[in-house]
């Protein structure tokens, strides 16, 4: 008597032991300990959806890689000739090209990585009706992806400095952190373009012409000192101001940023991509019945 | 200390009538919050005074390890959707459930495939999708190839596959799943008589290693031979669970209600 209630006892603690993971499937949202655990559980779905996106792009292409660098190369050699011949912006003594494209490369990065991660749900919609997985994993990976055509872009832009006989110093160091930024930036905003893209659908329609009203907003053409002082705060409030001026600033000489505008890009950044995640979570539950 | 591996309780879900699945634009949701105040004077018509279905409802039953149960009903009685909650594609409305033990589900097979992807990166592709682990996966690479019958064709993209080749990969990869649960939705329906025979073989062998598994099939033949207890569905309720013939019976028996 006594033996087999220690064996059935025995074999309670074995069993509630067992490895297997205990789902609640409930109306309620997932907590957010069990979202995160299954975020770092499914991380390998990440690099494949990534490896796949990649390939499939590169493969299908006449041009593959090459089309990283044709858009900000040609916008380039448009604001060239426009501001830097034409109407001849002050550049701080820096050749326009090199200017323009230091600013260049972050935002179309930032553009790119907007436009893949706005359109990542609806287009998926094969799998998010049919699999389980994180759903936060789709916009991860387009803001990602970008990064992949960002760093060849990037390549090029070293490549441009060479030729101009511009020489980087010790801002470059820098340049990380203010890459981690703009990804961060990327992918708040990613997060709450994509969930607010599956409910109205003209979100993605309306974001070319967004994106390029924001282009004029921010210095990448022109620097911020061509803004009169009296609206400089005012347009130091733009978060990609910081980023982008940061960006020249870690490149070339004789580029200033301010430590305001800098300021506003990493509290922006941050609360983007706090409050991106948390709106994103709560509509998840119900992309598989909107999309 | 139980040792059931799904428990559900009152679980129910609950769809809009009519509601424009995300097709809504700025401008539709402006011109809904204008007419709002419109609507209490009735002098905008409102479409439906009800306009929820449930889809489930109050369905509430227990599977122990190594269970094998088939789910039955007619069109709409809401088998699908039960097994979208379960694989927690879907939220429920209500009610809940506790599953022990990893989910794998074949609800429609060749998820994640993408035509311009050769057969052999699909496999790995709509495996770690479903679940399964690279290391899982090259483990069982030749079974999957071998149950598949696409050897020739695994270095090809798979848009030259015919959609037979299609899904049978397909199949063989979500046949190959080693999760301990196993959600399957009328997936067999589409496969011919002798692709079929080795699916039902399979699935009989993979319950026989002590998965619990759910299946949704309309063919009273896949049911009968692999399952030893059937739940059946009816307008989202549970009219029975029970044995197998004596579900199937009563199944018949409604159907030929239904139809005189």
């Known amino acids: ?291 | 200390m139980n040792d059931f591996v799904i428990e559900i309780e009152g679980l129910g879900k609950r769809f809009k009538l009519g509601q424009r699945r995300g097709s809504v634009n700025l401008r539709g949701a402006l011109e809904g919050i204008l007419r709002r105040p419109f609507r209490h004077l009735k002098l905008v018509p409102e479409p439906n005074s009800n306009p929820y279905v449930w889809a489930l409802k109050e369905v509430s039953f227990s599977l122990r390890q190594g269970d094998v149960m088939g789910l039955i009903g007619g069109n709409g009685a809401g088998k699908s959707v039960l097994l979208k909650i379960l694989a927690r594609i879907t939220k429920p409305t209500e009610g809940r459930a506790l599953v022990r033990g990893r989910i794998g589900a074949m609800l429609e097979v060749g998820a994640g495939f993408h035509p311009e992807l050769t057969g052999r990166e699909n496999i790995y592709l709509s495996g770690t999708i479903l679940g399964m682990s690279p290391a899982s996966i090259s483990r069982q690479f030749d079974e999957i190839v071998s149950f598949s019958g696409v050897e020739r064709f695994l270095y090809t993209p798979i848009k030259h596959y015919s959609s037979g080749m299609r899904m049978r990969l397909a199949f063989a990869v979500a046949a190959h799943l080693d999760t301990q649960i196993l959600l399957v939705d009328e997936v067999l329906s589409v496969a011919d008589d002798a692709f079929r025979e080795m699916c039902i073989t399979k699935l009989k062998q993979t319950a026989e290693t002590g998965k619990t598994i759910m299946i949704v099939s309309h063919d009273p033949s896949v049911i009968e031979r692999l399952c030893h207890r059937a739940l059946l569905l009816a307008n989202g309720r549970v009219m029975m669970d029970d044995t197998v013939p004596r579900v199937m019976r009563k199944y018949l028996e409604e159907d030929k209600r239904a139809a005189s």
């Open chain 1, 1 to 291: 008597m006594q033996e087999s209630k220690v064996l059935s006892q025995t074999l309670a603690v074995a069993f509630e032991q067992a490895p297997w993971p205990e789902t609640l499937i409930q109306p309620a949202r997932d907590g957010l300990s069990q979202y995160v655990r299954e975020l770092r559980q499914y991380s390998s779905l990440i690099y494949l959806l990534l490896w796949r996106d990649i390939k499939l792009r590169y493969q299908q292409t006449l041009i593959g890689a090459t089309w990283a660098i044709l858009q900000p190369l040609f916008t380039m050699i448009i604001f060239n000739v426009l501001f830097g011949r034409l109407v001849k912006v002050p550049t701080g003594g820096q050749p326009y090209p090199v200017f323009a494209l230091s600013a260049l490369v972050p935002w179309t990065y930032f553009v790119h990585a907007l436009t893949l991660s706005t359109k990542c749900l609806l287009q998926h919609h094969d799998l998010l009706t049919k699999v389980y997985f994180p759903r936060l994993i789709l916009p991860l990976v387009a803001v990602l992806e970008a990064a992949v055509d960002f760093l060849i872009a990037f390549v090029l832009l070293l490549l441009m400095m060479l030729c101009y006989g511009v020489a980087p110093n010790w801002h470059l160091l820098m340049l990380p952190p203010l890459v981690l930024l703009l990804v961060i930036t990327a992918l708040g905003a990613g997060l709450w373009l994509a969930a607010l893209n599956l409910k109205y659908r003209d979100v993605m329609n309306a974001l070319p012409f967004m994106t390029q009203l924001l282009l004029f907003m921010t210095p990448v053409a022109y620097p911020s000192s061509l803004i009169p002082e009296a609206w400089r705060t005012v347009y130091a409030l733009n978060p990609l101001a910081g980023v982008m001026e940061g960006f020249r600033w870690a490149l070339l000489e004789n580029a200033e940023v301010s430590g305001f505008s800098l300021a506003i890009s990493i509290l922006a950044g941050v609360a983007l991509l706090v409050s991106g995640f948390f709106f994103f979570r709560s509509q998840e539950d119900y992309f598989a019945d909107e999309v």
